[in-house]
Structures are given as C-alpha cells and as structure tokens.
C-alpha cells in the first residue's frame, strides 16, 4: 500500500503565502494523475488543483491565479503552492492518486482575516 504524507500547512493571515508538499512512498507521480482536494467544515471535498497523468494542470476557479501545482518526481512529491490566502481558503487540504484511490491523512490550512 503506497502511502501519501502532507505537510506545509499552518496559520496565517490573509494574503499570506503557504506552500504544501506531498510524498509518495513509492514512485507513482510520473504516471499517474496527481491532484489536491479541500474540505472545509461541514462543506464536501472539492478539487483545488490537478496535474493529469498528460502534463496538463487544471485549477477550480476559486483558486486560479493564487494556487500552483507542481511535481518533483525525482523526489516523488507535488506541492501546492497558496499565495493570496483568503480565509474562505480555511480547510483541510489532501493529496490524491485518483486512479488508485490514494489519500493522504491531511493537512490544515487556516486563514485569518
């Protein structure tokens, strides 16, 4: 079972910058769909950002100009990279392999206005 660790979030205020990691412990980012989610309290998880298995990125509106995914495959990670943090962007913040139905255990991200 390959495993899926975050870490980079944290507190800050708005317009503040974070920039979130994800590591696989196996080298699966080079060919597979990579993409990080949000949930909020009490809201459903919703698609941030996604790199497809082609190269192609997409980003959910809400985030577009502010957010940037990228991947590392030599060191089987991805970040999100947050600028212009708005406390709306205030969530947990996972990383997924879709195809393969891998999520990491999380990580906070909370903005204060």
């Known amino acids: 079972q390959v495993q899926l660790v975050e870490s980079g979030g944290g507190s800050v205020q708005a317009g503040g910058s974070l920039r979130l990691s994800c590591v696989a412990s196996a080298r699966i980012f080079s060919v597979n769909t990579v993409a990080w989610y949000r949930q909020a309290p009490g809201k459903q998880r919703d698609m941030v950002a996604i790199?497809?298995?082609?190269?192609?990125?997409n980003y959910a509106d809400s985030v577009k100009g502010r957010f940037t995914i990228s991947k590392d495959n030599t060191k089987n990670t991805v970040y999100l990279q947050l600028s212009s943090l708005k406390p709306e962007d205030t969530a947990v913040y996972y990383c997924t392999v879709p195809r393969m139905n891998y999520w990491g255990q999380g990580t906070q991200v909370t903005v204060s206005s």
């Open positions: 790199i497809l298995s082609t190269g192609a990125i």
